[in-house]
T-cell receptor, first 113, second 112 residues
């Protein structure tokens, strides 16, 4: 068990560009969550999947954001037409159904110039 | 809607002193409650969790927390702080296995 992994760890992009992040959950976990954390704040929920189904999305997840989990394993989070306000740490977590405990990855830090 | 409040943004304690970090939650039923720790540039590590039962829960690294329903609180404690405990601490709650709602965090600094 290598834990939750995220790639890349850091991403610097120019405003208006598209970016995609990947999350690999703990292998036996069927739930996968995305959170966003801005400097000095606690993480905020974006969306979560149970297997390949996206079950809940926050109102923070604008139309420029899309997440997928095509085979119920890894997940991708894409941000289109990035804005400076998108600069944040994007955290992925996974858990087993029925377990409240979520295990977090190291995060992807996005900087939009 | 759920909310979690951590009243103290920064706390400084001397190494070897005791520590208490405050957390208050707002939720109709008893939520699941968690404390996470985050070192600079890193993800979150779970320290301990409360689901039900004994209101005093033990966690890793010598931390414990006490759930008090009457005060809607879940404060984190450690009897003797080590320099390596300097980090940001987050209290969180969820409604039975779904999204976590986090407090704003408390940054702990440890004086030698």
């Amino acid at each position: 068990d290598t834990g939750v992994s995220q790639d890349p760890r850091h991403k610097i992009t120019k405003r208006g560009q598209n970016v995609t992040f990947r999350c690999d959950p703990i292998s036996e976990h069927n739930r996968l969550y995305w959170y966003r954390q801005t400097l000095g704040q606690g993480p905020e929920f974006l969306t979560y999947f149970q297997n390949e189904a996206q079950l809940e999305k926050s109102r923070l997840l604008s139309d420029r954001f899309s997440a997928e989990r095509p085979k119920g394993s890894f997940s991708t989070l894409e941000i289109q037409r990035t804005e400076q306000g998108d600069s944040a740490m994007y955290l992925c977590a996974s858990s087993s159904s029925g377990s409240g405990e979520q295990f977090f990855g190291p995060g992807t830090r996005l900087t939009v110039l | 809607a759920q909310s979690v409040t951590q009243p103290d943004i920064h706390i400084t304690v001397s190494e070897g002193a005791s520590l208490e970090l405050r957390c208050n939650y707002s939720y109709g039923a008893t939520p699941y409650l968690f404390w996470y720790v985050q070192s600079p540039g890193q993800g979150l590590q779970l320290l301990l969790k409360y689901f039900s039962g004994d209101t005093l829960v033990q966690g890793i690294k010598g931390f414990e927390a006490e759930f008090k329903r009457s005060q809607s609180s879940f404060n984190l404690r450690k009897p003797s702080v080590h320099w390596s405990d300097a980090a940001e601490y987050f209290c969180a709650s969820n409604n039975a296995g779904n999204m976590l709602t986090f407090g704003g965090g408390t940054r702990l600094m440890v004086k030698p």
